[in-house]
Nanobody, 119 residues
Framework: QVQLVESGGDLVQAGGSLRLSCTAS????????MAWYRQAPGKQRELVAT???????NYADSVKGRFTISRDNAKNTVYLQMNSLKPDDTAVYYC?????????????WGQGTQVTVSS
């Protein structure tokens, strides 16, 4: 089995920074896409940032210039560095990963980590 474990969510003041981490473990052969999504109360889950195995990245317009996604392939870990945080960034942040495991494809979500930005 493959699982994702996230960490790093916290309460922070507007203008502050946080770094989220998400590590995949289990019978993994390779990981393709790793991504961060978020879901605010009463809203749909939305894409924040993605990174592919080849290193390409993509960001939501709302976070461009403030958030940076990166990955350590040796550790099967993806990070989200969040700077200049705003109250609108308050949400549960979910990690997503897909790729190949020993017995086939996988696509998996983490359990979520709460980020709260106070004004």
């Amino acid at each position: 089995q493959v699982q994702l474990v996230e960490s790093g969510g916290d309460l922070v003041q507007a203008g502050g920074s946080l770094r989220l981490s998400c590590t995949a473990s289990g019978n993994i052969k390779s990981i393709n896409t790793m991504a961060w999504y978020r879901q605010a109360p009463g809203k749909q889950r939305e894409l924040v940032a993605t990174t592919t195995g080849g290193g390409r990245t993509n960001y939501a317009d709302s976070v461009k210039g403030r958030f940076t996604i990166s990955r350590d392939n040796a550790k099967n870990t993806v990070y989200l560095q969040m700077n200049s945080l705003k109250p609108d960034d308050t949400a549960v942040y979910y990690c997503y990963a897909d790729g190949w495991k020993i017995d086939g494809l996988f696509g998996l979500w983490g359990q979520g980590t709460q980020v709260t930005v106070s004004s």
